[in-house]
Structure formats: structure tokens, C-alpha cells
């Protein structure tokens, strides 16, 4: 790791304050939220931003908080680590809390923030697709004022969102769910620990409790094209169906043939393509099934 070059750091105590500073000083700078991704771009991908205008000390920022509509608001700079051990997103989505359970180590979870997950737009991001299956709407605001876009829509490509330079994104809102959601994510990485997806599965469904039927399926795969992706083919053959292991595996097969995986050093994207075949069947069984009582029956369960 090389030393950074020296740069301007601000440390604004309020979004008008980190805004006026990005209008002041102009292009070329970087907000900073938990520091790791733009660190690691700067210290070993030659990222060499001109000032640095950290968001730590803005108020607001962070926590999850259940709004009286029943929607759940995910402040940008909540942690990893918040969204994996909140009582209140474990029991209503546990695989969201499981998907922030994926990314890097417990030390990492401590700092890495969900804002910066997606503003980094890494296609491979593990907070991505279970916010994206639960319709979440990202909050943006900058110079000109706020906006809110579906988080589906945000990702333009690799590290590309629709913000720009200026803009700061402050929350996420999860709208309200029914009360027979489940879902479940899958991050498909033969070495578990300490590495990004191969293929990321998140999906979502209604369930009915009596016929079983499937109703409002959403399908989303990560690490497979430059942005996350809804398969939306794949969730209009399981629309209204009750799901059976063959119609699992049929889902499967169609999000297989959606998916837009390239070759790179982990993975050829033939085996991608694969894996999100058995990755999308294995979820949406599992997301019949409930959440896994353990880390090892879920383990178990994934492969
Ligand atoms: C060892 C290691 C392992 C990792 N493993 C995983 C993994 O398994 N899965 C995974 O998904 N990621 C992984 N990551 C990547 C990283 O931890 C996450 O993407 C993290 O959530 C980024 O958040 P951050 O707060 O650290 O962002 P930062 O590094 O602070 O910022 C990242 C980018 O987003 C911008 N930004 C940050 N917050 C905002 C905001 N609110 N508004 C506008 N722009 C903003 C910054 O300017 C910067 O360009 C790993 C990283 C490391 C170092």
C-alpha cells in the first residue's frame, strides 16, 4: 500500500455546509463515509481526489427507524454491522440483515457503511440486491435540492450512479411490506469469508398461506452485469405459481439465461451463469423455508 498524496479534508457539520464545499472548491473531491473503499482506491488504485469532505459529523445520518406508515428508513452512514445485529431488521428481513452480514469481516462490517455500499456501485455489493427486492427508494440531496430515486434505477454501471459529483445520498426507505413476505440472499463465494460474490441472489415473494402461491416476486442478481439486476422474466414464471422444487429449478434456469456475467479471476461467466441458476432455486426454496435457525443449518441450506 502506498502512502496517499496530500489532500484538503473538511469535516462539515450539516448537509448545507458539505454541499457549499463541494460548490466552493469544485470537482474533484470525495465524500468519506466509513473510508473502505475510497481508501483502499487511494492507496492501492491511484485514486487522488483533491479534498476529501468527510460525512462522519453530519447529524441524521445514521439509523434505522420504523416510520408510522410502516416504511423503514436505513440512514446512509448506518453501518454494516447495525443492519446485521438490528432487532428490528432481523426480524422483519433477516436476509437483509444476512446480506450485510456477507461484506468482508466483522472489522470491516464496524465501518463500512450501507450509503457507501451503494455509492461505490460495485456490481458485486452485497447490500444491493435485498434492498433492491424490498423496492427501497434512495434519498439524494445536493445544491439544487432533494430527490428520490428507486434504488432500483440508481445504478448506472460499474462505480456509476445517478448522482453527481455533488449530490450526497442520505437514506434509504424500505416501503411497507406484507405481512407473508419472505425472502432470502444468497452470496455465492467458494471461500465464504474475506471475498466478494461471484453471483449474488436476492428474492422475494408474498406467500400465500394457504394455496402457497407466490405473488409480487422479485428477483435481483448481483455481481452478474455492471448494475444489479432484476429478472424479470424468471419472476413472471414464478408470478402466481406455487412453488415445487421443479418450478424452483425452472425459475432458475430462466434467471440463468438473464443474467449478463463476464469472465474475470475469480470466475468464468459460464460458471457464473450456472451458479445463478442453482443460487436462484436454492433461494427461493429457503425463502419458503424461513430463516435458518443457525449459522450452520443456514450454511447447509446455501450449499
Ligand atoms: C477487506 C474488504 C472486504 C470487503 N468485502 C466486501 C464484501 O464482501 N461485500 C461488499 O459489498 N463490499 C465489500 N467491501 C467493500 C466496502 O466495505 C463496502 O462497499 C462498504 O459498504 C463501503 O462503505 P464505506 O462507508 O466504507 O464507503 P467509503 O469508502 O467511505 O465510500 C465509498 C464511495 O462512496 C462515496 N460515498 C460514501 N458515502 C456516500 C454518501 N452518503 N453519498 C454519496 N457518496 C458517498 C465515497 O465518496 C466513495 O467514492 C470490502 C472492503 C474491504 C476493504
Redesign the pocket.
Known amino acids: 500500500m502506498k502512502r496517499t498524496e496530500p489532500f484538503e479534508f473538511y469535516q462539515p457539520a450539516s448537509l448545507q455546509e458539505a454541499s457549499r464545499l463541494l460548490k466552493e472548491n469544485g470537482p474533484g473531491g470525495?465524500?468519506?463515509?466509513?473510508?473502505?473503499?475510497?481508501?483502499?482506491?487511494m492507496k492501492e488504485k491511484g485514486?487522488v481526489?483533491k479534498y476529501?469532505?468527510d460525512?462522519k459529523r453530519i447529524s441524521g445520518?445514521s439509523g434505522i427507524r420504523e416510520q408510522s406508515d410502516g416504511s423503514i428508513t436505513i440512514g446512509?452512514?448506518t453501518?454494516?454491522r447495525e443492519i446485521e445485529t438490528s432487532p428490528l431488521i432481523t426480524k422483519k428481513y433477516s436476509f437483509l440483515s444476512q446480506s450485510a452480514a456477507?461484506?468482508?469481516?466483522i472489522?470491516?462490517?464496524n465501518?463500512?457503511?450501507?450509503?457507501?455500499?451503494?455509492?461505490?456501485?460495485?456490481p458485486?455489493?452485497?447490500?444491493?440486491p435485498a434492498l433492491i427486492v424490498l423496492n427501497a427508494t434512495a434519498k439524494?440531496v445536493g445544491a439544487n435540492g432533494d430527490r428520490t430515486v428507486p434504488l432500483e434505477e440508481f445504478f448506472r454501471g460499474p462505480?456509476q450512479?445517478v448522482?453527481t459529483s455533488d449530490?450526497?445520498?442520505?437514506e434509504l426507505t424500505i416501503p411497507k411490506t406484507g405481512p407473508r413476505l419472505v425472502g432470502e440472499y444468497i452470496?455465492f463465494?467458494p471461500r465464504e469469508?474475506?471475498?466478494?460474490?461471484y453471483v449474488g441472489v436476492a428474492v422475494a415473494y408474498n406467500l400465500g398461506a394457504s394455496d402457497k402461491k407466490c405473488e409480487g416476486v422479485r428477483i435481483v442478481l448481483g455481481a452478474v452485469a455492471p448494475t444489479p439486476l432484476r429478472a424479470k422474466r424468471a419472476e413472471a414464471a414464478l408470478e402466481g405459481q406455487t412453488l415445487t422444487e421443479t418450478l424452483a429449478e425452472k425459475v432458475g434456469q430462466i434467471a440463468a439465461e438473464e443474467a449478463k456475467p463476464i469472465s474475470d479471476v475469480r470466475s468464468s461467466a459460464d460458471y457464473r451463469r450456472a451458479m445463478v441458476g442453482a443460487m436462484t432455486k436454492r433461494a427461493l426454496l429457503n425463502a419458503a423455508a424461513g430463516p435458518a435457525k443457525s449459522w450452520v443449518e443456514r450454511r447447509e441450506r446455501r450449499y
Request: charged share 15%; net charge negative.
Open positions: 470525495r465524500f468519506l463515509a466509513g473510508g473502505t473503499d475510497l481508501v483502499i482506491a485514486l481526489p476529501i469532505v460525512l445520518l446512509a452512514l453501518t454494516m456477507e461484506v468482508g469481516s472489522q470491516i462490517r465501518r463500512a457503511t450501507v450509503g457507501g455500499n451503494m455509492a461505490n456501485a460495485t458485486s455489493a452485497d447490500g444491493a439524494i462505480g450512479t448522482m449530490e450526497i445520498l442520505i452470496k463465494s469469508m474475506m471475498d466478494l460474490a
